[in-house]
């Protein structure tokens, strides 16, 4: 499976988990287009960073960090499941 | 020769803010909303002229309605509220309370982590046979810190002060403590101006958040993201870390209390590090985050509400501002 692959299926996972916890619906059955930043609060998206954080660690044996809160811009990189791969790869 | 945790109370200033008061303050905010996530709906505060220092006071009178106050040979104050830059309002507290001259006595400038640092230094001072009985108290006004108008930080910070008595005993209870520091993070809770880098500037410019809360750099700014970020990542481990230090499992730890930072981060955590939500204290619906007292509260609190008993083994942790973390387990 190429590297994005992979990525795509670590934010999946950890959006179906988030999805279970935070009682998301359309995080229970989240795809490449799932749209994030609309349906969380500023908490969540860092349980998700960290869950994204260690999944990757997991798979690519390799640290991390997917939240930049001092970028002013940073949520714009959760606006959905592709962009956020995007962002992923590009670290 | 040990030490132990035998007395404890706490007390709460008088001034109650309510969120029903805060909704009126900031009508174009969902207040509700905030309230379930953080866990908190009132929360007590300082009135202009009552200081950290007085609420010391306060919560050591209390204390010493059980326990005899010329026992104590020693006295720590943890603040980062206090009255003067010197002296401590530990040795002013000295006199407000009418304690032997023979007591040692000084301040630690330590936030949510501060109760841990502060029994690491009781129990070390016992050890060493420098001191018998340590009066340590936590006494904080972050209200005094925060802008009128940044809702966030009101919302989840409440004043209060906290006093135990660690005493020398015959048997260890307060067991091996794990502690660290990050100072990467420290901008990501601060007061920037007031010190001896930036003095206090009248003409401070006001900054506007994302979730439009204002603040100046007077005030108190926190970067809730980045400090739940540390959290996540930093607090399961050192969890870890204090069982293996002090050879214990998770199935031997009877009850835990962490820092009351807020419900969602407490909840988090319990999850993170796979508890059982009975054994997890989680209340600060009506004191909100009390800074370096929440700890003591949570503990006198579990052990009124029968949560924790005689015997029971608790593991305490503290975390935050610095970045600084501590965590320990004590026998009741």
């Given at each position: 499976m190429e590297r994005k692959e992979k990525i795509k299926e670590i934010v999946i996972n950890s959006l179906k988990k988030l999805g279970k916890e935070e009682m998301i619906d359309g995080f229970i059955n989240a795809n490449k287009d799932t749209k994030i930043q609309e349906s969380v609060d500023s908490m969540a998206i860092v349980v998700l960073s960290v869950d994204i954080e260690e999944g990757y660690k997991d798979v690519f044996d390799k640290e991390i960090k997917v939240l930049n809160d001092q970028d002013p811009n940073f949520l714009t990189n959760f606006r959905d499941v592709s962009t956020l791969v995007e962002y992923i790869n590009k670290l | 020769m040990g030490s132990q945790i035998n007395f404890i109370d706490y007390y709460l200033p008088k001034k109650i803010v309510s969120n029903e008061e805060l909704q009126t303050q900031f009508p174009d905010r969902d207040i509700s909303k905030m309230a379930n996530k953080i866990g908190v709906y009132k929360r007590h505060v300082v009135d202009k002229e009552e200081t950290a220092l007085d609420l010391a006071e306060k919560s050591c009178n209390n204390l010493f309605k059980t326990y005899?106050?010329?026992?104590?040979d020693f006295v720590i104050l943890c603040t980062?509220?206090?009255?003067?830059?010197?002296?401590?309002?530990a040795c002013l507290l000295q006199q407000r309370l009418g304690l032997s001259k023979n007591v040692g006595a000084f301040d630690v400038n330590q936030g949510c982590s501060g109760f841990i640092y502060g029994l690491t230094i009781a129990k070390g001072l016992i050890s060493a046979s420098i001191a018998k009985n340590v009066l340590l108290v936590m006494s904080e006004t972050y209200s005094k810190h925060i802008n009128s108008s940044d809702l966030g930080n009101r919302m989840i910070f409440g004043d209060a002060s906290s006093a135990i008595v660690v005493e020398h005993g015959e048997s260890e209870k307060i067991g091996n403590f794990v502690i660290g520091t990050d100072?990467?993070?420290?901008?990501?809770?601060?007061?920037?101006?007031?010190?001896m880098k930036c003095r206090f500037d009248i003409n401070a410019e006001t900054i506007v958040s994302r979730n439009m809360d204002e603040q100046t750099n007077n005030d108190l700014y926190m970067n809730g993201s980045e400090i739940f970020y540390f959290v996540g990542k930093q607090i399961p481990q050192v969890v870890e870390n204090t069982l293996l230090k002090n050879n214990l499992a998770k199935k031997d730890i009877d009850y835990y209390i962490f820092h009351q930072a807020n419900e969602y981060m407490i909840d988090f955590l319990a999850k993170k590090l796979k508890l059982n939500k009975n054994q997890f204290y989680n209340n600060i619906e009506d004191i909100g985050n009390t800074v370096s007292s929440t700890i003591p509260i949570a503990l006198l609190r579990s052990i009124s509400e029968g949560l924790v008993k005689q015997g029971d083994k608790v593991m305490l942790c503290g975390f935050g501002v610095g970045y600084s973390w501590g965590a320990v387990i004590i026998e009741i």
């Open positions: - | 005899d106050k010329d026992k104590i980062q509220s206090p009255d003067y830059y010197l002296p401590t309002s100072g990467e993070g420290a901008d990501n809770l601060i007061v920037r101006n007031g010190g």
